[in-house]
Nanobody
Framework: QLQAFGGGLVQPGGSLRLSCVASGFLFSNYAVGWFRQVSGEEREFVVA????????YSGDPVTGRFTISRDNAKNSVYLQMNSLKPEDTAVYYC????????????????WGQGTQVTVSS
């Protein structure tokens, strides 16, 4: 299973660090992705990282502001979010997929419970 935490309320321009902790499977064999979802909209790919630490970002919305990293010894993946904008407001989910990452939520095997990020003044 996965547990995501670290969300909260932050002002525009602020930062948050999300964490995703895994248990019950061989974590280093899994790519981990972060997705976000606004109520009434589809779940959106944000960024993913392979078991060996290679990262893939979704593109302009987050490139240069978000950084993903992982620590396999701690079964953990982190999402550092800087220069946050109101449009980053969403529930953020982490998910794990065996071997290769994907931008498609349906291909992931494990999901965390989600953590709310609200960017507002």
């Amino acid at each position: 299973q996965l547990q995501a935490f670290g969300g909260g309320l932050v002002q525009p321009g602020g930062s948050l660090r999300l964490s995703c902790v895994a248990s019950g499977f061989l974590f280093s064999n899994y790519a981990v992705g972060w997705f976000r979802q606004v109520s009434g909209e589809e779940r959106e790919f944000v960024v993913a990282i392979t078991g060996k630490g290679y990262a893939a970002y979704s593109g302009d919305p987050v490139t240069g502001r978000f950084t993903i990293s992982r620590d396999n010894a701690k079964n953990s993946v982190y999402l550092q979010m800087n220069s946050l904008k109101p449009e980053d407001t969403a529930v953020y989910y982490c998910a794990a997929k065996l071997w290769v990452y994907s931008r498609s939520p349906g291909e992931y095997n494990y999901w965390g419970q989600g953590t709310q990020v609200t960017v507002s003044s």
